[in-house]
């Protein structure tokens, strides 16, 4: 099941997770924040969408908890769906290159297939793994780069947010 959403804030966040605070580039559009794939409901803390002509991106970030597997088995899953073969651990520090975002250090990545692209950015705080990724064709992953990176580093993790218990 979906972890309770907060209220409020940059994207909103759920129950507990500090909350996820950007500036959204200019041309992007709120995206579907929670999805369903094969049954499993996937609650994202930010979505948007864009355009370049007749072809469109999406941007997404993503929580889940801290976990050894969870790196290698996101990025092989991301490779897949840009048609390239998976990695192993031995090799996946040669992915990245630091990104800063604010205090906390993350890792970039550029995933290009033949024909599409994945921009992502991947940042441990707070307890869970945060996921930042653009999905585009190849060409509109080139154009949205700037924009993209400029989300990121925009990007900052504030208190967690309390469950509503009617107390102010």
Do not use: C
């Amino acid at each position: 099941p979906a972890p309770p959403r907060g209220g409020g804030g940059a994207g909103g966040a759920a129950v507990g997770l500090p909350r996820l605070s950007y500036t959204k580039p200019e041309g992007w559009s709120p995206g579907e924040l929670e999805i369903s794939r094969m049954g499993i409901t996937i609650v994202r803390q930010a979505a948007f969408d864009f355009r370049g002509g007749n072809e469109s991106g999406e941007v997404t970030v993503t929580a889940m908890p801290v976990g050894p597997r969870f790196l290698l088995n996101n990025v092989n899953r991301w490779r897949r769906q840009v048609a390239l073969e998976a990695v192993d651990s031995d090799s996946l520090d040669d992915l990245f290159e630091p990104i800063a975002l604010d205090t906390i250090k993350g890792r970039y990545l550029e995933l290009t297939g033949p024909r599409d692209t994945i921009l992502g950015t991947i940042v441990e705080t707070g307890g869970m793994t945060w996921f930042f990724k653009l999905t585009g064709s190849s060409r509109l992953a080139r154009n949205q780069r700037k924009q993209f990176r400029g989300f990121v580093r925009s990007s900052h993790f504030g208190e967690p947010e309390e469950a509503d218990d009617g107390r102010k």
